[in-house]
């Protein structure tokens, strides 16, 4: 079962890019790696993923080096609405149980 | 077009009530979960479904129970509420099982047990 470990919290400034690396060493071969963004109030929302190398979106680039051994998500230019928790998850077809649940997340709070 | 709809979207309860939550998902989804988030602790997996049919326990069932009436429907029911399980409840759904097969939230019930 892939463990990850990603900060407890971030500040940033608008407009600044903001990158949030999430460590998973034990990350299996068939495991994915995801990422979920959670505003106050609301429920978490998935905003990207990827296997390796680079993905992109209208939202984050997600970065994955050659070994999966980390990730990072890179948010170009935050503005205030960017302020929420961002999740870290891994896992893959036979991930189990593991799949189902959120470690504590990091909180990104964008200040003016 | 409204993915994952809870109801109520408030609720007080005096200890001892009952009550059911409801959740809907219209995007024919197999899989389907309940979720508490209290303060500091994240979101934690009360019970999930896989497909119509089954349910099964997550990290925190004590004192709940669940119903999977069909494939849109997923209620979550507290028999004898107590204090403890005031938090912010969210259902979720997706396509295959598990949070990496993109999950759709609801935007969550807000219970109080007074």
């Known amino acids: 079962l892939a463990k990850t470990t990603q900060p407890i919290s971030m500040d940033s400034y608008e407009g600044q890019e903001v990158n949030i690396t999430c460590s998973h060493n034990?990350?299996?071969?068939?495991?994915?790696i995801t990422w979920y963004q959670q505003f106050p109030s609301q429920g978490p929302r998935f905003i990207i993923q990827g296997y390796k190398t680079k993905v992109t979106n209208e939202v984050a680039s997600l970065f994955i080096p050659a070994d999966r051994k980390s990730s990072t998500l890179s948010l170009p230019r935050v503005s205030l609405s960017d302020t929420a928790v961002y999740y870290c998850l891994v896992g893959g077809p036979n991930s189990g149980y593991s799949t189902l649940t959120f470690g504590k997340g990091t909180m990104l709070l964008v200040s003016p | 077009n409204a993915g994952v709809t809870q109801t109520p979207k408030f609720q007080v309860l005096k200890t001892g009530q009952s009550m059911t939550l409801q959740c809907a998902q219209d995007?024919?989804?197999?899989?389907m979960y309940w979720y508490r988030q209290d303060p500091g602790m994240g979101l934690r997996l009360i019970y999930y479904?896989?497909?119509?049919?089954?349910?099964d326990k997550g990290e925190v069932p004590n004192g709940y129970n669940v119903s999977r009436l069909n494939k849109r429907e997923f209620s979550l029911r507290l028999e004898s509420a107590a204090p403890s399980q005031t938090s912010v409840y969210f259902c979720?759904?997706?396509?295959?099982?598990?949070?990496?097969?993109?999950?759709?939230f609801g935007q969550g019930t807000r219970l109080t047990v007074v």
């Open positions: 995007m024919n989804h197999n899989s």
């Open positions: 479904s896989a497909s119509e049919g089954t349910t």
């Open positions: 034990n990350i299996a071969t068939n495991d994915y």
């Open positions: 979720a759904s997706s396509e295959g099982m598990g949070l990496n097969t993109e999950a759709f």
